[in-house]
Structures are given as C-alpha cells and as structure tokens.
C-alpha cells in the first residue's frame, strides 16, 4: 500500500534520537496523552526513573496513540520503516481490535522484528513480533479487522464470507465483534490453566468453555449464518492462539466493589483489567471505615482476653492480607470446634480476595494432580482435618518458596513455586514424621480453648464480618505500620507456653524427653542410646537405655507402631524437639570406649519416671 502516512504525535522528535537498533517507545490507550503529560505523566516518570532508568539528557517523548490516532492508524507512521525494536505501553484501555491495527500498521510500514507490549508499570503482557511476522506472510485477517476500527467497530460480512472463510478470520471477527459488546467484552488465555477469563468491568472470570460457545453461537446468529457444533468449537479453540496471555495477578492489589486497594502505598484506584484480578469482595472500601464491632467481639472472644495473643491472631491475618509469603511460616489453628477457626480462615478469604484463595484438604495436597487447584492462590486452607501424621515435604515448599510439582490431566507435568500463605485447621496438632526440626520452625500454632455456646452463636456473623472489611484492613495496618512487628509478633507465638503445651499433649517425642535434662557433652555418664537388639520385657530393665525407654514410653501411653520412630528416625528428632522444648543445651550421642554410643541424656528422676510411666 503505497501512500503518504502522516506522522504520529512525538515521532519527529524520538525519530531524532533513537536508531533503528535502538528501542523504539510507543504509549497506547485511552489515557495515552495523559500518561506522558509533556515528560511530567506518572507513567512516564515511573518507567524513565525506576524501570528504565534513562537519564533526563538521554529521554525522548514516546510516539502517544490515543483514542483519535487509534481511528486513524491506516493513515499514520507511528515507527520509522526500518526501525527493529518497538516496544508498547497499554496505558488505559485498549480494545483487541485497535492492538490487531496496530500490528498491522508495523507489518506494513517498518520492518520491526521484535515488538513486545507492556502495562503502564513495565510489566510484560505479551510479544507481538510472531504475530506481525505472519501478517506479513499472508494473514489478512488483521487487515479487515483493522479497517474496521475507524468505522465504529462494526463488520460487515455477508453469510457467504462467514460461511467459508477460514477458522483464523472467523475468530478475528468474531473477537472484533465482541469487543461492541456492552459487558464481557474482554477475553485472556490463561496458558497455565489452560482456560478462557473475561473481564467483568471489575475483575477476570473464569469463562468455561460452554459459556464461550454460546457467545460464539450469538455471534453466528447476529450475522445469521448457520453453524455446526464443531465449528463453534474450532474458533473456541483458537482463542487459545489468539487472544492474549492472561498476565501475572498483581499480589499487591485488593479489589472491592467500588475499586482497587493497593495494600502496599494504601492508594485506591479504579478497577482495571491490567491489574488480572481474579475476585474482589462485595462492599465499598472508604479511606475513613466505619468501625468494626463484631470483629473486636469474635477477636476478644478467641483472645481470651490476652493482648499478646490478640496481637498474635491479627499478624496471621496480616501476613495473609499482605501475602508474607517470603516470611516461611505457616499457620495453624488446633483445638474446640465452634472455637473460631472456622471464621479466622473466612476472615483470610476476605483479605486474600475470594477468588485468590483455594480449600484443599491434606490428603489432596499430596496429590500432584489435585493440587493444580492451588495455582495462581495466594491463600490455601486446609478446614476440619482429622488427625495428621506424615510427611512434612509439601508444607515446607509451601513455605519456603520452592518448586513444587504438578501433574495436570491431559497436560505435561511441570514444576512451579507457589507463593501463598497456607493455614490448616484442625482439632488435633499434625504430627510430622522424620521431620528433623524443619517444620517446627515454620508452624505458628493458635490453640482454640473455648467453644461458642449454641446461644452466642451467629449465624450471620461472616457477612456481618464482610461488611466490616474496610475497616479490620485499616485495623491491622494500624496495628502493624511495620511489617516487622507483625512477624515479631508471630514469632513470639511460637513460644508461648500455651503453644509449648499443646505441642508435648499431642507430639509424644516432646512429652517423653521431659523426663531427662542434658550434660554439657555425651559422656558414660549419660544414657547409652541402644537400639531394637536384645530389648528386655522388665519395664525397670528397659529405662537403661535411651532407645529402650522410648519403647517403654509408647507401650506406657498407648503410642502403635505406626507413630513409634525407628532408632534412626528418633535419633533426628531428638536434636530439635530438646531445641523446641526449650533446652538450652544440645542433645548429643558420642561412641565412646567398648564401642556404646552414649548420650548426654540422663534422667530427672528415674524412680518417678516409673512411677509416673506406669500409673
């Protein structure tokens, strides 16, 4: 297409500085002039300052493509013919129709070979350089797309054209169709998912693929060409080539009926289909929230009273609220049903955003199949879970940020870290087999003493609690205005003496070694650790050796086989459960003379260990 194309704003002067190697800036959107705003934009600034970092000497205005450039783009240069790199920024809306134009202006008239797309903050979207690559090579689809844009978005095709032209075409029309529609009109391919989002006006929503095909079949309709089932499901399954990856949720952003709070800098903004959030909860926040009444009663209530554990229970909703992920702890609330736990987890789903947290029993967890359901969480429950005793694996990754495997139905297995905050509920403590003290420094435990009497219960509490959400954010933040005093206030948790307690009620190691204190060193004067090898069946005989009076314990207790440790297993508990039950000295074994492995371990009172054992 041979014509004179008119120059788009500012591309003189970046023409006058930027090479053809160079890159090559280009704001986009609704809000594009105001982004730059003559070099004094917000976004500008933010991306020269922070994510560019181009000195003020070395700065040009980018080429703005606002709503009236938009509908003129087959008429203007907006990147020099031979430039190479160009990268976008979508400040403000931008519709797939008007994107499809504007890579069909650069495959006409530059000869760009990379072309990628970025949010108003720098945050990569997608590359475009493959997609203008084959509008080069053939595909006209764009073309008619594009040269719709000027002329209200409307697409004028007859039956014939729709009824044979390719699945490509079809899907372009039918995605330039849907961008007239008044709401959903906004669709995202979640790779990872594999699944369609459409954009509600205020956060993205799962769009199965039987939704989508009824919203292909309008399509048909509106143009009245008849269609098959199949055909309907080829353009469906083209939209995940199509249309644009669904970006990375910004963690950061909570959203609510009438807008976004960035938790980070406290600044409410509009709902915005950049930020990929995926639910919002719904009441209105206000900068000046009204109080918070029954939240103060259900948070005495679990309380008791005690104001460190007050503080306890809000920095486990803090680190929920802002996502500590780094922080490798995990939560978990033991004890009474009809204690509270319950609603603390409710009361997490509403600061994570409902959308953003997941339930998933234990049992699950250790599926890499079912466990696909967590990704994307940035909060995980596990509620009413019976006893637990077994691996500690998955909780550790959990927390500590590392990879973790899954295995979806009809796809390959990959290998991804899960940043989310995990709490568990349950009446009993989880016990963690040959887990060498590394979860004991991860779980914060909230014992449940008190249970609601059916007379105080309220059965409208969570939506009671739901209205007040403005106000318990506000309350935490004020709370914690820094994030250390939260975690220090988790941290003292772990070692209350509630916790302590709970933890030697319901993990026998740590109620077993209370019968012993420890040397400076292993030496014969401590216990011989043993082994299963020639155990005696005299409950005396049996508390001569460490080993053996761990067997005698758990005979004593009702302990079975399959929580009792093995030699070796309890060998590597020991060292951290002395550590976690408050020994200021260290549990050690040193093979001495005559080849016995002897401990620094000796009884408190050997005689009343007995006695205490066997009554």
């Given at each position: 297409?041979?014509?004179?194309?008119?120059?788009?704003?500012?591309?003189?002067?970046?023409?006058?500085?930027?090479?053809?190697?160079?890159?090559?800036?280009?704001?986009?959107?609704?809000?594009?002039?105001?982004?730059?705003?003559?070099?004094?934009?917000?976004?500008?600034?933010?991306?020269?300052?922070?994510?560019?970092?181009?000195?003020?000497?070395?700065?040009?205005?980018?080429?703005?493509?606002?709503?009236?450039?938009?509908?003129?783009?087959?008429?203007?240069?907006?990147?020099?013919?031979?430039?190479?790199?160009?990268?976008?920024?979508?400040?403000?809306?931008?519709?797939?129709?008007?994107?499809?134009?504007?890579?069909?202006?650069?495959?006409?008239?530059?000869?760009?070979?990379?072309?990628?797309?970025?949010?108003?903050?720098g945050g990569f979207i997608e590359s475009l350089g493959d997609y203008i690559e084959r509008v080069r090579t053939g595909d006209t689809a764009a073309e008619i797309v594009a040269e719709t844009v000027g002329n209200g978005l409307q697409v004028t095709l007859t039956a014939d054209e729709m009824r044979n032209a390719p699945v490509n075409k079809i899907t372009a029309y039918f995605l330039q169709w849907l961008s007239t529609q008044p709401i959903n009109n906004k669709l995202a391919y979640h790779a990872l998912h594999n699944r369609l989002y459409c954009f509600n006006g205020k956060t993205w929503d799962y769009l199965p693929d039987t939704h989508a095909h009824r919203l292909i079949k309008d399509f048909f309709n509106a143009y009245g060409v008849g269609h098959s089932m199949q055909k309907v499901k080829n353009i469906c399954e083209y939209l995940s080539v199509e249309l644009p990856f669904f970006g990375e949720t910004a963690p950061h952003f909570l959203a609510f009926n009438n807008g976004v709070l960035n938790k980070d800098t406290l600044e409410f903004l509009p709902h915005n289909p950049d930020y990929w959030l995926i639910g919002f909860n719904e009441c209105d926040y206000s900068d000046n929230p009204p109080p918070t009444p029954h939240f103060d009663k259900w948070l005495d209530f679990i309380s008791s009273g005690n104001e460190q554990r007050k503080l306890g229970f809000l920095a486990g909703l803090y680190m929920i609220l802002f996502n500590r992920n780094d922080w490798q702890l995990t939560l978990e609330l033991i004890g009474e049903a009809g204690g509270g736990k319950s609603v603390f987890l409710e009361v997490g789903k509403m600061l994570a955003g409902s959308n953003n947290s997941e339930p998933i029993s234990l049992k699950a967890l250790n599926d890499e199949r079912q466990i696909v359901k967590i990704l994307n969480k940035s909060f995980i429950y596990s509620s009413d879970e019976s006893k637990y005793i077994g691996d500690s694996s998955i909780f550790k990754k959990l927390s500590s940020g590392e990879a973790v495997d899954f295995n979806p139905k009809n796809?390959?297995?990959?290998?991804?870290?899960?940043?989310?905050?995990?709490?568990?509920?349950?009446?009993?403590?989880?016990?963690?087999?040959?887990?060498?003290?590394?979860?004991?420094?991860?779980?914060?435990?909230?014992?449940?003493?008190?249970?609601?009497?059916?007379?105080?219960?309220?059965?409208?509490?969570?939506?009671?609690?739901?209205?007040?959400?403005?106000?318990?954010?506000?309350?935490?933040?004020?709370?914690?205005?820094?994030?250390?005093?939260?975690?220090?206030?988790?941290?003292?948790?772990?070692?209350?003496?509630?916790?302590?307690?709970?933890?030697?009620?319901?993990?026998?190691?740590?109620?077993?070694?209370?019968?012993?204190?420890?040397?400076?060193?292993?030496?014969?004067?401590?216990?011989?650790?043993?082994?299963?090898?020639?155990?005696?069946?005299?409950?005396?005989?049996?508390?001569?050796?460490?080993y053996w009076a761990y067997l005698f314990y758990c005979e004593a207790h009702g302990i079975d086989d399959r929580q009792r440790l093995k030699p070796k297993y309890l060998e590597q508990e020991l060292k951290h459960a002395f550590k976690s039950a408050g020994y200021s000295i260290n549990f050690h074994i040193n093979t001495l003379g005559g080849r016995q492995r002897h401990t620094n371990a000796i009884y408190k009172d050997k005689e009343g260990t007995y006695k205490q054992w066997t009554n």
């Open positions: 297409m041979n014509k004179k194309l008119k120059n788009a704003p500012h591309f003189k002067a970046q023409a006058e500085k930027v090479s053809n190697f160079s890159d090559w800036f280009i704001f986009v959107g609704d809000e594009a002039f105001q982004g730059y705003d003559k070099s004094n934009g917000t976004d500008y600034l933010n991306l020269m300052d922070h994510v560019f970092k181009i000195p003020n000497n070395k700065r040009t205005p980018p080429v703005i493509l606002g709503n009236k450039q938009l509908t003129e783009l087959q008429g203007l240069q907006i990147a020099p013919t031979e430039q190479r790199y160009i990268k976008l920024f979508q400040i403000g809306a931008l519709s797939e129709s008007q994107k499809t134009a504007i890579c069909l202006n650069l495959a006409q008239y530059t000869a760009v070979t990379k072309c990628e797309l970025y949010d108003r903050t796809k390959p297995a990959f290998s991804v870290a899960v940043k989310a905050i995990f709490a568990l509920a349950s009446n009993t403590l989880p016990i963690y087999k040959n887990d060498g003290g590394g979860m004991d420094r991860r779980r914060v435990i909230f014992p449940f003493y008190r249970a609601v009497t059916p007379e105080q219960r309220d059965p409208q509490l969570i939506s009671k609690l739901q209205g007040e959400l403005a106000g318990i954010v506000r309350k935490i933040i004020t709370t914690f205005p820094i994030a250390d005093g939260a975690k220090l206030a988790l941290y003292e948790q772990q070692r209350n003496d509630e916790v302590l307690k709970l933890k030697r009620d319901n993990d026998h190691i740590l109620d077993f070694i209370q019968a012993f204190e420890l040397l400076d060193r292993a030496s014969n004067k401590g216990l011989v650790y043993g082994g299963l090898n020639s155990v005696p069946t005299n409950p005396l005989l049996m508390l001569d050796k460490f």
